[in-house]
């Protein structure tokens, strides 16, 4: 990315505790286009809720409601948003949806390499490097996808901090929820 190109990310999907509930931003299509026209990098991410469904049934979904990828220069790969469970109030689980680890890298596996199967590419990774030690052990086995790496600051020379175990670098670090530009705030490692 230059200085004069900004990034969008648009949601795809999401997965909810009520099957009538699950959602694709219905302005993600218009989004998409028009994120390209004007020359924007973009690309699509899926909110897992492990708890829900299988990773293989939440990846279908994601590709099939706008988690597709193109070797376009614009497009960036699919992202899967894995990290605390915001539901354990209503859903009864943890943080980890309730998952043992070894459960938990047997679902990111399955979505990964059916995002994989449907699309030709990895599926980038979002999550923290605390939720990732806690709900996977640490594990080591998706260094292939990319990280977006999670970890707020206040200062940015402090860095992105110690990164999950798997990766030795980040793609993307969002080291806020608010700042300067309207959403998260967000630094690609070049």
């Given at each position: 990315?230059?200085?004069?190109?900004?990034?969008?990310?648009?949601?795809?999907?999401?997965?909810?505790?009520?099957?009538?509930?699950?959602c694709?931003?219905?302005?993600?299509?218009?989004?998409?286009?028009?994120?390209?026209?004007?020359g924007?990098?973009?690309?699509?991410?899926?909110?897992?809720?492990?708890?829900?469904?299988?990773?293989?049934?939440?990846?279908?979904?994601?590709?099939?409601?706008?988690?597709?990828?193109?070797?376009?220069?614009?497009?960036?790969?699919?992202?899967?948003?894995?990290?605390?469970?915001?539901?354990?109030?209503?859903?009864?689980?943890?943080?980890?949806?309730?998952?043992?680890?070894?459960?938990?890298?047997?679902?990111?596996?399955?979505?990964?390499?059916?995002?994989?199967?449907?699309?030709?590419?990895?599926?980038?990774?979002?999550?923290?490097?605390n939720?990732?030690?806690?709900?996977?052990?640490?594990?080591?086995?998706?260094?292939?996808?990319s990280?977006?790496?999670?970890y707020?600051?206040?200062?940015?020379?402090?860095?992105?901090?110690?990164?999950?175990?798997?990766?030795?670098?980040y793609?993307?670090?969002?080291?806020?929820?608010?700042?300067?530009?309207?959403?998260?705030?967000?630094?690609?490692?070049?």
């Amino acid at each position: 990315m230059t200085g004069t190109q900004r990034g969008l990310t648009v949601p795809a999907s999401c997965t909810s505790r009520q099957p009538s509930n699950d959602c694709t931003s219905s302005s993600s299509s218009s989004q998409f286009s028009n994120a390209k026209q004007v020359g924007m990098v973009r690309g699509a991410y899926h909110f897992a809720n492990t708890y829900e469904s299988t990773g293989a049934v939440q990846a279908s979904y994601f590709v099939t409601h706008g988690g597709t990828w193109s070797n376009d220069g614009q497009t960036l790969p699919p992202m899967l948003d894995i990290e605390y469970d915001p539901y354990t109030s209503s859903d009864g689980t943890n943080s980890c949806y309730s998952l043992s680890q070894p459960a938990m890298v047997a679902w990111i596996t399955k979505f990964s390499n059916t995002v994989l199967s449907l699309t030709g590419t990895l599926p980038a990774i979002y999550t923290t490097t605390n939720w990732w030690n806690l709900c996977t052990g640490g594990n080591r086995s998706f260094a292939s996808n990319s990280l977006l790496v999670a970890y707020w600051v206040d200062n940015l020379s402090t860095g992105a901090g110690q990164l999950p175990a798997t990766w030795n670098t980040y793609s993307l670090w969002q080291y806020a929820d608010s700042g300067v530009f309207l959403g998260d705030q967000d630094l690609v490692q070049r």
